[in-house]
């Protein structure tokens, strides 16, 4: 996918990029093939791939959930900034707050968000287990998402947490959702959530499936959730 063709489709879905907001993602992929070379943020350094994998790939969740309000989220286990940050430069008006576990990962990210001169975005080193336990971050954000961070039986417990009752969970999934959703069904049910829909997309060019996962926070999370750091993942509810 190169530049036009990515500015072109998005186009189609009713998101607009100024020539600013071009150059936001030319800067972007930039400084994301320049730190990769000492540092593991991503196998996918060719331009078109980028724009269509990753660019793209995240501005997908904005084709099944509006994001055009005044909104606070919260991206968990973000790496290199999917979905977060490419949302944030086709919607400047989002608040966006970044969770990740390693260190070097939110000294790339920190370094990105001052070469794209974005707004309102804050980075916090810290396991999302820990972070879902704070009272500052607990029930705090309208929208929480992840992208290929765990599967949803994990996922729900490390995210959930943090969404404030009436609130989503957005989560980018690829093809094999119906079979995670039923492993995990019980644990958002659990954890205060009711999935709201599931949205079947492909990428335009590869064409991969992905499904953005809607789910709503209809009740508080029980205050034992999430467990402490590494549970979720070895023993999933």
């Not at 320049?34 to 540092?39: A, C, F, Q, R, S």
Request: glycine share 6%; hydrophobic share 35%; net charge neutral.
């Amino acid at each position: 996918m190169n530049e036009k063709q990515f500015m072109e489709l998005l186009e189609e879905k009713g998101i607009s990029l100024s020539s600013e907001q071009l150059q936001q993602f030319q800067t972007y992929y930039d400084t994301l093939v320049e730190w990769n070379e000492k540092m593991n943020l991503t196998a996918i350094t060719d331009k078109e791939e980028v724009y269509e994998k990753h660019f793209f790939d995240s501005i997908m969740a904005a084709f099944s959930f509006d994001f055009s309000s005044d909104l606070h989220i919260c991206d968990v286990g973000a790496g290199a900034g999917f979905p977060s940050l490419p949302i944030k430069i086709c919607f400047p008006h989002l608040r966006v707050t970044i969770v990740d576990s390693l260190n070097k990962r939110i000294g790339f990210l920190e370094h990105l968000a001052s070469e794209l001169n974005l707004k309102g975005v804050s980075f916090c080193h810290d396991r999302a287990e820990l972070f879902g336990k704070n009272k500052t971050y607990r029930e705090q954000y309208d929208v929480v998402t992840a992208r290929a961070v765990a599967r949803m039986s994990v996922l729900g417990e490390l995210c959930l947490p943090l969404v404030k009752p009436e609130g989503y969970f957005v989560a980018l999934k690829g093809p094999n959702v119906e079979e995670e959703l039923k492993a995990g069904k019980q644990a958002i049910t659990l954890l205060g959530g009711k999935i709201e829909k599931i949205d079947k997309l492909s990428l335009p060019i590869e064409e991969s499936e992905r499904n953005i996962v809607t789910i709503k926070k209809i009740k508080s999370t029980p205050k034992k959730y999430p467990r402490k750091p590494g549970t979720p993942n070895k023993n999933p509810l």
